[in-house]
Structures are given as C-alpha cells and as structure tokens.
C-alpha cells in the first residue's frame, strides 16, 4: 500500500511512517518545517522523501493521513482532498498496526516514553520486539510478535489501539484543550485500560486508583497495599537503585543510570512487564546499567564549564521532577531553566503551576509561547510574561537574545518544552563557544 503522512517530521508521524516503512508500504510525506529535526533521523534511514510544497504527484491509490497540527485549510490538506484521496485519521491507521501484534501499551500522563525506550532495550536484547516510541523512533519486523508502544492519551488517541497489556504510569489533567476536567481524563483512561487483559498500573497514584478495572490488574509502587512494592531507594548522582518485592518476596535489587523518584516508578513497571514476558530477573538486572533514554529526554551536552540539558518537560510535574532530577546528579551546581511554553489552553490553565515549578531553579528564562495547532484568540488572554511576573529574578528570552543567558553560564542550563528548544540551545552554543 502507498502512505503520505502530512506532518511527518512530527515525533509521532515520523514514528508511524517508519513503522509503515517497515511493513513493506510505500511511503512519503510532507511537512512545513525545512530546518532538520532530529526525527529525521529514522525517516532518512529509510529514504523516505519528505516534500514541502505541493508541486508532487501523489498517486490515486495513496492512504493520507495527517498530524492534527495541519488544520483543514492548510493548502497541502485542500490538495490531496481535491485529488480525491482517501483520508485515514492518524490514530486509526496506529491502532491498525497494534492489532497485529502482541501488544503492550504505555500510557500515563508522564513517563510514557522513557517507560516505552525501557522496554525497547529490555525486548531488544532477549526476546526481541517491534516499537512505537514517541521521540521519532520506530521499528517493525513481521517476525517479532511484541510491539511496545507510547500510547498518547492526546486527543483521545489511545482508544483507538489494541493492547494486550497495558501499562499506566500516572493521571493528571494535562491536555486541557481535549478534556473537559480530570474526572474526564480518568474515564478516558478507564475505557482504554479495560481493552487490555492485563494492566500494569501505578498503585500509588491515587487518580488511577479512581479506576473501576475489569479486567486483571497488578499495582506496584512503595505502598504496601501494592501487588509490586519498591523498597530501599537510593537516589545518588551516579543514577538510582532500589529493591523490588512482589508482597513479601524479594525479586531483587536494582540499579539504573537514571534520575529523580519518577525515574524509579517508571523503571519498575517495565521490570514487571518483562518479567510477565518471559525476561529473567537476572537478564533485566544485566540490561537496566547500559540503557541509555530517549530523543530530548534528560540529553546531556557539555560545552566549556557548561552542562547543557535538553528534555521534553512542558507540564507542570515534568518540570519539577526533571529539575528535582538534575539536582540529584549535580547537586553542587547552579540550575538555569530555560522554558518554552507550549499551546494556550495548558500555559493559560496552569499559569501558577508553571510558576511554583520552575522557581526550583536559580535563575529562570522563559520564551514566548509557541503553538501550531491553536489560535490565542480561542482562549484567555496569556503570554510568557504572565508567568514571569511570578517568579522573581526571570526574564524573557527568545532565539535573538538568547546571548543574555551567558551570564548563567557557570553550572547546568536546561531547556524544557515539547516544542522545539534546538534553535535556542545551537544559538547558545555558538556564543558560548565565542566567550570560552
């Protein structure tokens, strides 16, 4: 079959086209965005032409689906309508795909892709397994009958896969353009877990906990009323170790080169998936020191003096952790955030949120908001600046003026934000390279 993926440099698009790619489909696509983005990487692997005009014949026989970004009115979108073309949405054609295989589904509001990479570099080296993950990186081959996948609670994406197990990492409401409250999240979670046989949930989130489950259900987390209790953390600046009982019974104790209490939850339900699939603890145990995380996930840099993080945080929680994190490796260090905001709807709701995180830093720069699938006019009034004006000591920034953060130069500087922060960090790294 013949694929034109509209917005395929998108981390979830560009995953889809490699997957497609892979199943033997012919398969292109089309993006506004001409600068490289790293989920590229996979697609150019692969040769699949990416095209950025409609200048392009596009054969009557092509499937198109497209990134939620592309509104109706995108000249590419009113193109292939005129062709004629069939239109699949883009959940849809993903939930095809997890139909023919074994698979497990990462969902939660946080955590997905780190939990999803996890069981990548656990399947990969023993059982072997095909992947979704939500960082640009995607693989198929028909001979595996595992697929894992980041499984998206945005847009209510997820309920349109067929899992055979799921995963549920935490609940809170994020996506605040798509969900009326968390009352709603929770239901939406509750539909999508009860399509799997088996959920593995996180027993401590008391929002999960919400959910009326009819299916088999095992808990973990450092409450004894879990199934799974994690006992004996140890977060240290080389990583985080802890040791893993099933009730009373010691499994055993593990380490991993990863950060903050969350990292340690999400390490957890990937050990219990594996061992539910056959993994040795021991082989678990062998795997988990050499795992190295996903695209924009705590990615590390050093330049001079300075140690440049690059993460995919832009809630609330994400940030606080994701700071919590890096102090837990540089303790001694000064901490810088440099945050993009992203969609009006969630830096609107969660203004005071967004502040009290980010005052965890030391110094904090936030850059003007940046969004591709909403009109500000939609929603209420907001702007970075709102948010700087609670948190004292902070400033605007953007790709201009991004010079004015070398006066920060002296410890860690981390930009956050799931839109892009590449422009922002290659500007920095020129002028830090001028002053070094």
Known sequence: MKYYCIGIKGTGMSTLAQMLYDMGNEVSGYDDARDYKFTQKGLEERSIKIFYDGNHKIDKDTIVTASRAFSDDHPEIKRVKELGLTFKPYNEVVGSITK??????????????TTTSLLKHLFENTLGCNYFIGDGTGHIDMKNRLLVIESDEFNRHFLAYHPKKAIITCIELE????????????????????KAEKVIANGDDLNIRKINFNNEVVFYGVSESNDYIIKDIKLETTGSSFALYKKDELIDNFSVPLYGHHMVMNTTSAIIAALDAGVSKDKIKELLPSFKNANRRFAEKKVGNTIIVDDYAHHPTEIKVTLEAIRQKYPSKKLTVVFRPNTYSRTSYFKNEFAEALSKADKVYLTPIKCDRENPK???????????????????????TVSKILKDKDGVV???????????????????????
């Open 175 to 194: 996506h605040t353009e798509i969900y009326k409250d968390l009352e709603d999240t929770i239901r939406t979670f509750e539909e999508f877990a009860n």
């Open 100 to 113: 023919e295989f074994d698979t497990i589904s990462v969902s939660g509001t946080h955590g997905k892709t």
């Open 414 to 436: 981390a930009f956050m934000g799931c839109a892009t922060v590449s422009h922002l960090i290659e500007n920095f790294i020129k002028d830090l390279e001028t002053v070094e």
């Open 378 to 400: 939609d929603f209420p009034p907001i702007k970075s600046e709102d948010i700087i004006e609670l948190i004292p000591g902070s400033e605007l920034v953007d790709d201009d």
